[in-house]
């Protein structure tokens, strides 16, 4: 089975597209979530937690924030384009989100990724050849 994803049911967008979306979201909403349980648990604001690690877990954290941090700026680029061009509700809501997205930057991009743009971009199942002879 081929999969593609629609954007509000026509514009077809590559899979690989949506779920590199999808990962930019989870990945700074996990990172987010982890420093601030990090925040909490120790709460000292000059405890270096990274110098207490490996350096081999110190270089996966390293490249864990290099792709959220990239991720985010482009997480945040899509729901704009998004925005511009998708978004179709009243006023009041497009300014809403307006402000949402410039003002929230980063996370602003997230809550509208996971309130909004999920649920415009929907899986498309294409049958198979073998699928479509069975029935």
């Keep these: 089975m081929s ?10 967008i590559p899979s690989f597209l949506a779920w590199l979306i999808a990962s930019w979201a989870i990945s700074l909403a996990a990172f987010t ?3 601030l349980i990090v925040w909490m648990v120790w709460g000292e604001p000059d405890h270096n937690l990274l110098d207490a690690l490996p350096v081999s877990v110190s270089i996966l ?3 864990w924030g290099v792709y959220t941090g990239i991720g985010a700026l482009l997480l945040s680029i899509a729901m704009w384009i998004y925005w511009a061009r998708y978004e179709r509700s009243s006023r009041g809501v497009r300014a809403r989100w307006f402000l949402a997205l410039l003002l929230g930057m980063y996370y602003g ?3 509208y990724e996971f309130y909004i743009w999920r649920k415009g971009v929907i899986k498309n199942v ?5 699928m479509k002879s069975a029935q």
Excluded: H, R, Y
Aim: glycine share 12%; proline share 8%.
């Design 3 to 12: 999969q593609t994803f629609l954007i509000n049911g026509k514009d077809p």
């Design 126 to 130: 294409t049958a198979s050849p073998a």
């Design 61 to 63: 954290f390293g490249i």
């Design 33 to 35: 979530a982890m420093g």
């Design 109 to 111: 991009a997230l809550i």
